[in-house]
């Protein structure tokens, strides 16, 4: 499933990003127990399914977690595929910045001088 993950503001550039991302990380942290708590696995999937649901929610807010997920049913497949989508989409911003970086730094950071030494005095 691809995803047009920046519509939603992910920047991983952004501090602002990253403390949503790890305020949901923390409420699917505290939620994990109620997706093993039943013995019913239906019930278990739609907790699971229901725990990133909000997790999208804390991340991009409601609008647009329950535009995204709108047609995502309940089913742990298709929930991680989306979490994937995300990750895959941060991976590669992380990998963009860093290349930015490396060629800022190759294009504009002070050369280092070679030494030389005067050999002609030996």
Not at 46 to 60: G, H, M, V
């Amino acid at each position: 499933m691809e995803i047009d993950w920046l519509t939603y503001g992910v920047d991983v550039d952004s501090a602002a990003f990253w403390d949503k991302y790890y305020t949901a990380a923390k409420h699917t942290s505290e939620n994990e127990k109620e997706m093993e708590e039943s013995d019913n696995e239906a019930e278990r999937i739609r907790a699971y399914c229901a725990t990133f649901r909000r997790f999208y929610e804390d991340l991009i807010g409601k609008e647009n977690a329950d535009k995204l997920l709108e047609q995502v049913q309940d089913n742990r497949r298709s929930m991680d595929s989306v979490y994937e989508s995300l990750l895959r989409y941060i991976y590669q911003q992380k990998m963009d910045s860093r290349n930015r970086m490396v060629s800022i730094l190759l294009k504009y950071a002070p050369k280092k001088q070679e030494e030389h030494h005067d050999t002609s005095a030996v």
